[in-house]
């Protein structure tokens, strides 16, 4: 508990030193496993600037952001690495892998700067031409108020600390497993050829919980046939695919509910339910109590 909480004293710190927004993207809910972990990290969830703010207040444009979280998720299995770019909105930040082993577990961001010359189609003007409920002179504004790119030399140090920062979350996520029934599968020495099938799917889904999620971009990722995937998953699981991912994002939710000051509507969001009744009939399935219920027992 004290390394976490010196974890999270030090993020502040490093913030404040570069004038940065620090964010951490949990991709497979590595973070959730400890509440006490999940509580310390929990202010570094989001950008609050108030142009990511104004940005995120209209909902297409809040979709965009949401929409680059699985675009970081490929560009760091891609890289492995710490790399840098604009996001949507045209704000600058570096991202650091958070890695255990093979798996991608989640990301750092750093940043959250102003350029002088953003990408012509994420710079204010192109953000109101998409949009036009929002205001571009207001944006311009905002955007001008943001820090300012450093140097790239003044990120090295920086950058090499986020790095093991990343390695550190990197070995939470060491004892992370979805279900009991994982946790029985990774423990077997020897393992059939369907056993191996479903870690992989299993795999996929954690790497994918807050996404929509389909059986056949599972079934491509372990490259099996879906009704293969689908009928293993059953037998070693003891479920359907379905069934699993809506529990697994229940799980997710309900950090969320009862840790976090968001609405149900935008936990439903986060977690990959595009309908929010539908995530409130799936929630109340698992728990036998609608979600907002659940937040006020036990918030």
Do not use: W
């Amino acid at each position: 508990m004290q390394c976490i909480q010196s974890l999270q004293k030090y993020l502040f710190e490093l913030s404040n030193t570069y004038d940065a927004t620090i964010c951490i993207k949990d991709f497979t809910g590595f973070m959730r496993q400890d509440k006490a972990i999940f509580q310390a990290l929990s202010p570094f969830e989001n950008h609050t600037s108030a142009y990511c703010n104004y940005v995120k207040s209209n909902k297409k444009c809040y979709r965009e952001c949401l929409d680059m979280i699985p675009k970081i998720l490929r560009k760091c299995t891609e890289t492995r690495s710490t790399f840098s770019g604009f996001c949507h909105a045209g704000s600058f930040e570096y991202v650091i892998p958070i890695m255990e082993g093979e798996n991608i577990l989640g990301a750092i961001t750093f940043g959250g700067y102003a350029s002088n010359t953003p990408p012509k189609n994420k710079n204010c003007h192109a953000l109101a031409e998409r949009h036009p409920e929002l205001d571009e002179a207001l944006l311009a504004q905002l955007y001008q108020k943001e820090p300012k790119m450093p140097d790239e030399q003044e990120m090295t140090i920086a950058l090499r600390s986020l790095e093991f920062v990343a390695a550190y979350l990197g070995s939470l996520g060491n004892c992370y497993c979805a279900t009991e029934n994982t946790a029985k599968l990774l423990a077997q020495p020897k393992q059939k050829q369907e056993e191996i099938l479903v870690q992989h799917a299993l795999t996929y889904i954690k790497m994918h919980v807050t996404e929509k999620i389909s059986i056949e971009d599972i079934a491509h990722y372990c490259n099996y046939s879906s009704s293969y995937v689908s009928r293993n998953f059953n037998k070693v699981v003891g479920m359907n695919i379905n069934t699993y991912i809506n529990k697994l994002k229940v799980e997710v939710s309900k950090t969320y509910l009862i840790t976090s000051n968001k609405t149900i509507a935008e936990i439903a969001e986060i977690v990959g339910f595009e309908d929010l009744s539908y995530y409130s009939r799936v929630f109340s399935s698992f728990l036998g109590i609608p979600p907002a219920e659940f937040r006020r027992r036990f918030s």
